[in-house]
């Protein structure tokens, strides 16, 4: 069986809150920075950063990176009866992220067309009104934290999205 994590944003889109395994044990942590910037680190159990992710300066793009470099980047494909989303994991592959239209269930696919990890919105895990999500990992390649990364930056493009702010249009 593959592991299963659950982690939140912040009901305020900023905070920090904890990582979970499917056991509820905590795992580490998820740093939303501040609700203006929609910047993230990704802490360990110790409270070091192992990513952070967010979007380059004006720029619809959602940059995943280790504390020394970039690691890899999350657009919106543009797409009329789903979502679609694409991963560059820099020097390891791309990866497709996509749900149907009205489903909060994921799947991320390898150039292979391969189901590498899979993730969905599960909001009553957390019993708030903050998004939450459950991942199940399939991959050797990309961790757990580096998909958290992936996931929220899905979720951050999304929430620019529906702001209707200048940056708010689907990528093409």
Known sequence: MM???YFTGSLF???????YNEGKDHIGYLDLKSAFTSSLDI???KEEITLSGGFRFFSRTWVISQPTEEVGEVKQRFSFFAKKFEYEAFGRGFYTIESEAFSRQYEIYDEQEQVVAQF???DGFFESAAAAFCLTNHSSALSEDELNAVIMGVNMIQKRNSSGGAAGAAAT
């Open 3 to 5: 592991p299963t994590i």
């Open 120 to 122: 969905n919105r599960t």
């Open 43 to 45: 802490l360990n159990t």
């Open 13 to 19: 889109s900023a905070g920090v809150t904890e990582i």
